[in-house]
């Protein structure tokens, strides 16, 4: 049981998209059509060299927006709101994660690629608002996405977080490697298994195993 690794815990950290709902949601479908049509306006390309360099930022620099803006120097402030516009209608509440989640002791944040904005739509479409203390977008870590160390480094002494007293639930296990290095308990949500040493845990129900650690 994950219980006894978890007892030492006081700063819950959790990212957001194919986390805090499943990837058979599909939001991120929505969101790279929305991604492909931004750059291939910003850059003058056709939608295949759009969807590649979509893809290679994403790879190189975390995302594509990083990319974007090391590259092209791309202003973010109107990318993040133009590719985050998309519809939530399909997502429905989970009380079982939400019970979980408030039975968490300690301050618990949500740590996003995304914006805040996009992340409390989620979070309202989810049932899962007013949970958190504190809701982080990239904008918070000055535009530096996961998986850099710098990044969390910005949100967590944003939040007055102690990494030795934190865990970090994320989908991507790239994600876990810098939370691992500062000391954190790193648990990888998502449908499969990805056996690494800075990966503590896998589930693929966060809700239960949640549940879990109270017992």
Do not use: C
Request: proline fraction near 8%.
């Amino acid at each position: 049981m994950p219980a006894q690794h978890f007892i030492h815990v006081s700063h819950w950290v959790f990212d957001l998209d194919n986390t805090l709902y499943p990837p058979s949601a599909r939001l991120f479908d929505q969101i790279e059509l929305r991604m492909t049509a931004w750059v291939m306006e910003a850059l003058k390309v056709e939608k295949p060299e759009a969807d590649r360099l979509r893809r290679h930022y994403w790879q190189l620099y975390g995302t594509t927006l990083a990319g974007l803006m090391h590259e092209h120097g791309l202003d973010p402030a109107p990318y993040l709101v133009d590719v985050h516009d998309i519809k939530m209608d399909h997502l429905t509440p989970d009380p079982a994660l939400r019970a979980g989640i408030a039975a968490l002791p300690g301050r618990r944040i949500v740590y996003t690629n995304g914006s805040a904005p996009y992340a409390e739509r989620v979070l309202a479409a989810r049932g899962l608002s007013g949970l958190f203390d504190a809701v982080y977008g990239v904008e918070h870590a000055g535009f530096r996405p996961k998986p850099d160390r710098a990044a969390f480094e910005a949100i967590f002494e944003i939040d007055g977080l102690d990494p030795a007293l934190g865990a970090m639930f994320e989908d991507d296990p790239r994600n876990l490697t810098a939370p691992h290095a500062m000391g954190m308990r790193t648990v990888h949500v998502a449908p499969e298994a990805f056996p690494a040493p800075h990966i503590h845990h896998h589930t693929d129900d966060l809700a239960g195993f949640l549940s879990r650690l109270g017992s």
